[in-house]
């Protein structure tokens, strides 16, 4: 006997432009530069953090990491999602719905 249960998340999506606006607002705020963070991540040249800064991409988990200990924050402080312009987590509304099927056998 098959049994199927259709189930339905919401998840949230993570806005490039204001992650990449708050990643800059925070550094700023933390009194460092982008040839700073450069220096503290290893890179050889700045343009991974002004990609970041720009929406055009984002940092990966590790540099993550080592962001939100350089800046005094949390990750979820840094990253933004759709409907959340804070920068804290927190979404109100739904971004994206994912219907998955479950199947008992």
Not at 80 to 104: M, P, Y
């Amino acid at each position: 006997m098959n049994v199927r249960t259709v189930v339905t998340w919401t998840v949230p999506v993570i806005d490039l432009k204001a992650t990449g606006q708050n990643i800059k607002t925070l550094r700023k705020s933390a009194g460092i530069s982008v040839r700073d963070l450069q220096a503290v991540l290893g890179f050889t040249n700045p343009q991974a953090i002004y990609k970041w800064q720009n929406g055009n991409s984002l940092p990966s988990i590790d540099n993550l990491v080592i962001l939100a200990a350089v800046l005094g924050v949390t990750i979820d402080e840094i990253l933004v999602t759709d409907g959340d312009e804070t920068g804290d987590g927190k979404n109100d509304q739904e971004s994206l719905a994912i219907t998955g099927i479950i199947a008992q056998w």
